[in-house]
């Protein structure tokens, strides 16, 4: 996997940015990405990875054989932008999917950042091997994220409604999202 990275890519407005896998030196740039991004949006992300005692225990259990953390870097100061993770099961029966996750910095959103980072993590997992990627969404809250995973050839699958709850108390439905690879066919 090494072989591919660091990738060079460009965001919209010509910011140079390196996508590469995350590594235990990016720990502390890590933790202060996620606290860019706002609570609204962090309450709905399971390991709440700005917090130091979430992220050593985060650190402590990643098994990158399960789990790839990859991070977009600018290239003039070395900030992280953006990461995307790419989770998956040992077992047989669900070897050949993989869940995503996708965050961007707020600053630097419609920068088409994500873009590329979806289509890195789509390039990685057909590598590995795998068949289909399937993403969770809020309903209601991660309204760019659908319009942008939609534009990859995600496709909504399932709704369970009233799945989550916001910080308020508000029900929101939980939004599954699947892309499946056609090997005969181009996914680009
Ligand atoms: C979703 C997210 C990753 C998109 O990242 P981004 O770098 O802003 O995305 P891009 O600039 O590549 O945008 C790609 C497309 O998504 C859509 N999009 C992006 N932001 C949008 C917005 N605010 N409203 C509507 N559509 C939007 C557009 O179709 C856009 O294409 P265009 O620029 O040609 O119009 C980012 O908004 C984010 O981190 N959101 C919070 C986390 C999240 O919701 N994660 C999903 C859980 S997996």
Known sequence: MQDHYPKEIMTKDGTP???RPFAKEDQTKLREF???ISEDERWFIRDDL???EIMDKWMQGSDYSRTIPLIAVKQEDGTILGNVILYMRLSDCVSHVAHLRIV???E???QRLGTWMLIDAIKLAMDLGLEKLIAEFVGGVDDAAMAAAQ???FFEKGILPDHFKDQHGRYRDLVIMVKNF???WSDF
């Open 151 to 153: 534009r990859l050839d």
């Open 104 to 106: 961007i910095d707020p």
């Open 17 to 19: 940015i390196l996508i």
């Open 50 to 52: 700005s917090d130091p």
């Open 34 to 36: 996620f606290s860019r």
């Open 182 to 184: 056609h090997r005969d």
């Open 108 to 110: 630097f959103r419609q």
